[in-house]
């Protein structure tokens, strides 16, 4: 299977528009751009899925020749969208399909009702909803097998009024025809019941790294995140030495994030790194 990492940024991006700290200033300096997360997979590099659709979804397509149109006028490699989350970063990016004809949907029950976006874009192409059930495997095109699996009801915002029960944040365990293997998992609140599935037979696991530590959020103002820190997850991990770790979803206050910076050689040294922006792995 073929990885694409289209974005590994949180909500807003490194830089992030309206933000001075020193990491944002740091990366403006420096040209770096991390996009909001999500990714591009692929069993066979023919037919790709996205998982997620960040805001940036156009920019990270247009950088992506294995995305590119052809050879047919409007024919795209693109087969459908996985959703792990409703939350604005990973899944405004649909809209940015509806010049598609039909377009593959991906989520739980939960996640497809409450996202606002959804019934806008049935004006726009013909939506295919394919509802995913925690455990039950989806075969997807190229030899790509997908199984959710329950992270939580942390809600999106904007969501607040819905109920609060409900399957709101998954992960998901790619497996293709040559046992390869990734899990993604770019939203975990506790690992107390995910760190097993999160770790069994994976060759790369690529997870939640919102934030280095557990002040980080308080100390930028946005309080309770709802994301477990890195400092948290990685001794917990390190019990489980088997597969590659790589940090996604990575807050712009996140130092771990910055090329060549202390702490990215620190957590290199525990056997873990930055999801690579715009890299591609293969398994
Ligand atoms: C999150 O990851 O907690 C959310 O995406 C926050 C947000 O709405 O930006
Ligand atoms: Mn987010
Ligand atoms: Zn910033």
């Known amino acids: 299977m073929k990885i694409r990492f289209l974005g590994t940024a949180a909500g807003g991006g490194c830089p992030q528009w309206n933000c001075a700290c020193a990491e944002c200033v740091r990366a403006r300096h420096e040209g770096a751009d991390r996009t909001q997360d999500c990714l591009a997979i692929s069993g066979d590099g023919v037919a790709w899925y996205l998982v997620n659709a960040s805001p940036d979804l156009r920019t990270q397509l247009l950088r992506t020749a294995e995305l590119a149109p052809g050879p047919g006028t409007r024919e795209t490699p693109v087969r459908g969208v996985l959703l792990t989350s409703a939350e604005v970063d990973h899944s405004l990016g649909i ?164 090329r060549d910076s202390p702490h990215q050689i620190e957590l290199a040294k525990s056997g873990a790194q930055p999801a690579p922006e715009a890299g591609l792995i293969e398994l």
């Not at 009801?153 to 009024?161: D, W």
């Not at 919102?210 to 309080?223: I, K, Q, R, S, Y």
């Open 95 to 258: 809209l940015t399909l509806r010049e598609a004809k039909q377009m593959a949907i991906y989520g739980t029950r939960t996640v497809l009702d409450a996202l606002p976006w959804l019934p806008i874009l049935d004006h726009y192409l013909t939506v295919d909803r394919r509802v995913v059930s925690c455990g039950e495997p989806t075969h997807l095109e190229g030899g790509l097998t997908v199984t959710a699996f329950a992270l939580g009801a942390k809600r999106p915002r904007y969501a607040s009024a819905h109920a609060s029960a409900g399957d709101w944040v998954t992960g998901l365990r790619f497996t293709d025809s040559c046992g390869g293997s990734l899990t993604y998992a770019p939203c975990l609140y506790t690992l107390d019941d995910a760190l097993t599935v999160l770790t069994e037979a994976a060759d790369v696991v690529v997870l939640d790294g919102t934030f280095l530590t557990a002040h980080e959020p308080v100390d930028c103002g946005a309080g309770g995140s709802g994301h477990l820190p890195i400092q948290e997850s990685l001794p917990l991990l390190q019990a489980y030495p088997g597969p590659r770790y790589l940090y996604t979803h990575l807050n712009n206050t996140n130092p771990v994030a910055t």
